[in-house]
């Protein structure tokens, strides 16, 4: 349960009101044991965040690749109501509320936006799966923490990655559709780490994307049961070519036997980000932002 003082007083002035409190308790420690003798303000800024998220009873912390999954169902199906950082908008805040404040991981938020509030003019979302509903739980929950340490929070915990592995993640995991072009000097195209984190997990497709080379993504089963997934460099009735993971081109024909299904690529994309775990995530944008 989180702590009721953060619900009691109206974001953005409970900071400093935590901030004395915090102070207090450091100094009181410290009275006990002098080599404990942390201030508020001798903090790191990563300790800092911590202690704030501490005194405000903030639960566990959130799932941050959950909450990047999130972000853009929480975009398409909530934030015109509630605001796109759940800050409110025709609707409610969502920070200081109740139900969000109550739960962890989406257990109490996930069957209360099953069910909605029809009669307050809130929609049932029945139809979205737990995960899809976990994971937009868990971007609020991000949105209530980044309140809570004034931005800090994330921007901290952003470039913690492994770039080297991140490197070695690029290499494994993206380059089936993906060529180094791509992502040179990708680090200097976001204006900072976390748009380019939300850039590359959640790609929008540009208004007239003049580069259709990577839009297209297939599958290809043969007859003797072989099974190839790739880029989409040609296609005709009577012959397919696949870029696979390795780079290596496929020329299939397409005789009798031989099934093709075409992929929609921003699909293939969100299969991906499902496997991703918060260490991949954080190598992978460590990486990115190397390449200036
Ligand atoms: C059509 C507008 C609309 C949409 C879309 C919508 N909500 Fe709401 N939501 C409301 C209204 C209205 C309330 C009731 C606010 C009140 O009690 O004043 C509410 C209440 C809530 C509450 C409870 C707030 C409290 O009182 O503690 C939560 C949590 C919430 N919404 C989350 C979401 C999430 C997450 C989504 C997207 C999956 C969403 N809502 C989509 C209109 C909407
Ligand atoms: C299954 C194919 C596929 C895989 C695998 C894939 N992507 Fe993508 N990615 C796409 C497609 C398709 C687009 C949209 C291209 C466009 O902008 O038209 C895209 C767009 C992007 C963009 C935006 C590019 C731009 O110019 O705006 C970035 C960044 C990106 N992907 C990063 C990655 C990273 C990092 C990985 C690996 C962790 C990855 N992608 C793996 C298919 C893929």
């Known amino acids: 349960m989180r702590h009721p003082v953060f619900r009691a007083v109206v974001a953005g002035v409970f900071v400093v009101l935590a901030e004395i409190a915090i102070n207090q308790e450091a100094q009181t420690g410290g009275q006990e044991g002098a080599q404990q003798q942390v201030t508020y303000q001798n903090m790191t800024p990563e300790q800092r965040a911590a ?23 929480f975009e398409q199906t909530c934030a015109f109501c509630h605001g796109p950082q759940a800050r409110g908008a025709t609707s409610a805040s969502l920070i200081t509320s109740d139900v969000v404040l109550g739960d962890d991981h989406g257990e109490h938020l996930v069957p209360f936006l099953k069910k909605g509030l029809p009669e307050k ?14 994971d ?25 990655g492994n770039s080297a ?26 204006r900072s780490p976390e748009q380019l984190q939300r850039g590359w997990i959640w790609p929008t497709r540009p208004a007239s994307s003049g580069d259709s080379s990577l839009a297209d993504t297939a599958a290809v089963k043969t007859p003797d049961g072989g099974a190839i997934t790739g880029r989409v ?12 993971r390795a780079g290596k081109a496929n020329v299939i024909d397409r005789k009798p036997g031989v099934e093709v299904r075409m992929m929609d690529p921003f699909a293939a994309h969100q299969e991906m980000i499902m496997t991703l775990t918060n260490d991949d995530m954080h190598n992978v944008t460590a990486y ?5």
């Open 136 to 160: 937009i739980a868990e971007f609020v929950h991000m949105q209530v923490e980044d309140v809570a340490n004034r931005g800090t929070y994330q921007v901290l915990h952003i470039l913690v």
């Open 51 to 73: 202690a704030t998220h501490a005194f405000l009873g903030l639960g566990p912390e959130p799932d941050k690749a959950a909450a990047a999954r999130g972000a853009p169902l």
């Open 121 to 134: 003019g809130m929609p049932a979302f029945a139809t979205m799966s737990d995960d899809e509903l976990k």
């Open 165 to 190: 592995l991140g490197q070695d993640y690029v290499a494994a995991h993206c380059m089936s559709c993906h060529t180094a072009k791509t992502f040179a000097r990708i680090g200097s195209k976001f």
């Open 233 to 244: 460099t040609q296609l005709s009735d009577f012959r397919i070519t696949l870029v696979d």
């Open 288 to 292: 990115l932002d190397t390449l200036k």
